[in-house]
Antibody, heavy 115, light 109 residues
């Protein structure tokens, strides 16, 4: 069964950092595309980052560019989202999403940025 | 950045057929945008119904189908059920950048 599990969310002060983990099972992350998405409760979905599994190019939404860094550890079959210089408006549920036939969603991890 | 547009809300009668659409500010939506359709019910994580225009997952009910229609991506629901009441989001790729539509709230009444 293809499964993604996010972890690492929590409460952090503005300007702080968090690292989110997306652990994959049932498929090999390496060579496959991966997307991070976030959602403010009651609002729509926002694309924030994408790793092209073929070219290894990583792209970011303007709202997080320069502050967030996406990476992966093939040995752990996991992807990461390092979030620095966090702002109030980064408060949301964060999801990782596979691609194509592996486009399953995790349950999400909540991030709250507040003083 | 491109803007992806969806109907804000749509109502369908039980057993009826409805088509939700997904347009792009840059022009016609094509298979090169790899259209996705996601369903989200209150309090739940989204789930993927359709990927790459018209491909279904094992969990996608047969009554859902994806296509390209009149320059847009389309999600057609044939034989709506009460449990289909949810928010539906389309997602398009522009190269390696992604953009979500604002979502369509589907009511089955």
């Amino acid at each position: 069964e293809v499964q993604l599990v996010e972890s690492g969310g929590g409460l952090v002060k503005p300007g702080g950092s968090l690292r989110l983990t997306c652990a994959a099972s049932g498929f090999i992350l390496s060579g496959n595309h991966m997307t991070w998405v976030r959602q403010v409760p009651g609002k729509g979905l926002e694309w924030i980052s994408f790793t092209n599994g073929v070219t290894n190019k990583i792209s970011y939404a303007d709202s997080v560019k320069g502050r967030f860094t996406m990476s992966r550890d093939n040995a752990k079959n996991s992807a990461y989202l390092q979030m620095n210089s966090l702002r109030d408006e980064d408060t949301a549920f964060y999801y990782c999403l596979g691609s194509g036939s592996f486009s399953t969603w995790g349950q999400g991890t909540p991030v709250t940025v507040s003083s | 950045q491109a803007v992806v547009t969806q109907e804000p809300s749509v109502t369908v009668s039980p057993g009826g057929t409805v088509t939700l659409t997904c347009g792009s500010s840059t022009g016609a939506v094509t298979s090169g945008h790899y259209p996705y359709w996601f369903q989200q019910k209150p309090g739940q994580a989204p789930r993927t119904l359709i990927y790459d225009t018209n491909n279904k997952h094992s969990w996608t009910p047969a009554r859902f189908s994806g296509s390209l229609l009149g320059g847009k991506a389309a999600l057609t629901l044939s034989g709506a059920q009460p449990e289909d009441e949810a928010d539906y989001y389309c997602f398009l790729f522009y190269g390696d950048d992604g953009v979500f539509g604002g979502g369509t709230k589907l009511a089955v009444l």
